[in-house]
């Protein structure tokens, strides 16, 4: 038999990761960037799903902030006030969230009138189910698991892809840059798959990085460092695993964070002085106004700007209107100021509408790159799962070995993983011959 050299063992190698990561990555990688690119929409969706409340006919003196919230609670029995939205335009419906057992609910209210135009659970707001959707496949923790498993081999995906992808001894752009539409079958599809993935991969390999502190096991793991090196200063304002950062950052069972938290009785022109002293300070918006917890506590006041570095927190003293505190995105910590942009841009909101298309067009692509994946693994498929032969000794030089834990260490669902991989790979090799030749791991006996 001729001697293999190295170069070719460490190809092997990682084609056959290559494979295997996007065998498992494909329905996964298609699903998000389908619910994805919805939600890189959200704000045109919600501005057309909240048409009916954007620009009211009635006319007449607005009732005071305190008949709204009464008639907000009185629309949901045994709720409590939550926030307050700060109505943008003098038609505008009023928003104000109530909640009860544990649970958020939206009112729309005519704030001259106090008619209640709608009643929806936040959670089931469409947007809201295509956020779980794509976070956690409406599946809770185990999907927010199962989908930072796929973000982590999807990475690796990518990475092997780069790999395979680097010219060796070819001349000219064709096939390198841009495909080669006049080549059929086989080559064909090896273009598509290669050029969509060297054009998307910079793009991917960001959107998914910046994706990485909403999973429940990678948040955690990012607050939990942070915790042990002192660097957290305050709460993270980002959902982790699906839930509001505060239940995220203090267990399942905590209290689900401020929307179980009791609220003070209001006292009388406390939130009307609170949103008169809101209202100058051009806070972006959406402006959320909460209760204090108890007595004689400051209100809260934070902007939900879907771009996150305009954000900025508040604590306003309900019986004089005097501002407290105030906390501005650049006064953050910079590792939160470093996730704010990165969370800003994978939804689409750091850049306005070109982020939106960037987005969508990095999603797309994606697409692409995993449909032509299985094309070419179904078209080259000849016995069992078709995987590359597995090479018998592999070769890992120092280099491999120190990025394969580096990228461990920084994505632990992947390090576990692969753990699992490679032990599942070795059973199967010694006791589970069939098995080990269905997969590529055994040559195949030929006639």
């Known amino acids: 038999m001729a001697h293999i050299p190295m170069p070719s063992l460490r190809y092997g190698t ?20 389908l619910t994805g690119t919805i939600y890189l929409w959200r704000p045109q969706i919600e501005a057309w799903l909240d048409r009916p409340y954007a620009h009211l006919t009635t006319t007449g003196p607005r009732a005071s902030a305190e008949a709204q919230v009464a008639a907000a609670v009185r629309a949901v029995p045994g709720a409590t006030l939550h926030k307050y939205v700060v109505p943008e335009r003098d038609n505008a419906a009023v928003q104000i969230l109530v909640t009860r057992n544990h649970a958020d609910t939206r009112v729309y209210l005519d704030p001259r009138s106090l008619a209640v135009l709608n009643v929806v659970t936040e959670e089931r707001r469409p947007l809201r189910m295509v956020f779980h959707l794509h976070g956690e496949l409406l599946a809770g923790a185990f999907g927010s698991y199962l989908v930072e498993i796929a973000a982590c081999w999807a990475i690796v995906m990518l990475l092997t892809g780069l790999y395979l992808w680097w010219p060796r001894g070819r001349s000219g752009l064709a096939g390198v840059l841009y495909p ?5 079958g086989r080559p064909f599809w090896r273009d598509l798959h290669a050029v969509a993935g060297i054009w998307v991969s910079l793009f991917a390999l960001g959107l998914i990085l910046t994706g990485l502190p909403w999973a429940k096991g990678w948040g955690s793991y990012l607050a939990e460092v942070r915790h042990l090196t002192g660097t957290a200063r305050g709460p993270v304002d980002w959902s982790i695993g699906g839930k509001p950062p505060a239940d995220a950052m203090s267990g399942d069972h905590a209290g689900h964070g401020a929307m179980t938290m009791a609220s003070a009785p209001m006292r009388a022109g406390e939130l009307a002085r609170v949103i008169a002293t809101t209202r100058p300070l051009a806070i972006a918006p959406p402006a959320l106004i909460s209760p204090p917890a108890r007595a004689g506590a400051p209100w809260s006041v934070a902007s ?13 003293d309900g019986a004089t209107g005097t501002v407290r505190s105030r906390v501005d995105f650049a006064e953050r910590h910079w590792i939160d100021r470093v996730i704010g942009y990165g969370v800003a841009a994978h939804e689409g909101a750091l850049f306005g509408i070109v982020n939106q298309i960037l987005g969508t067009a990095t999603a ?11 094309v070419m693994w179904w078209r080259r498929r000849r016995v069992g799962l078709g995987a590359p032969a597995a090479p018998p000794r592999p ?8 990025a394969i834990v580096a990228l461990a260490l920084y994505l632990p669902m992947f390090g576990l993983t692969l753990i699992a991989v490679i032990v599942v790979e070795a059973i199967v090799r010694r006791w589970m011959p069939g098995v080990a030749r269905w997969l590529g791991l055994r040559p195949i006996a030929t006639a």
């Open 364 to 374: 797309l692509l994606l697409v692409l790159l995993a449909v032509s994946g299985v």
């Open 180 to 184: 080669r539409l006049r080549a059929n």
């Open 14 to 33: 990682v084609w056959r990761w290559h494979f295997y990561a996007g065998l498992f990555c494909v329905p996964f990688v298609i699903w998000l960037a």
């Open 304 to 316: 939900d700007a879907a771009d996150r570095p305009l954000r900025s927190d508040l604590k306003i």
């Open 395 to 402: 070769a890992f030089g120092a280099g491999l070995v120190i």
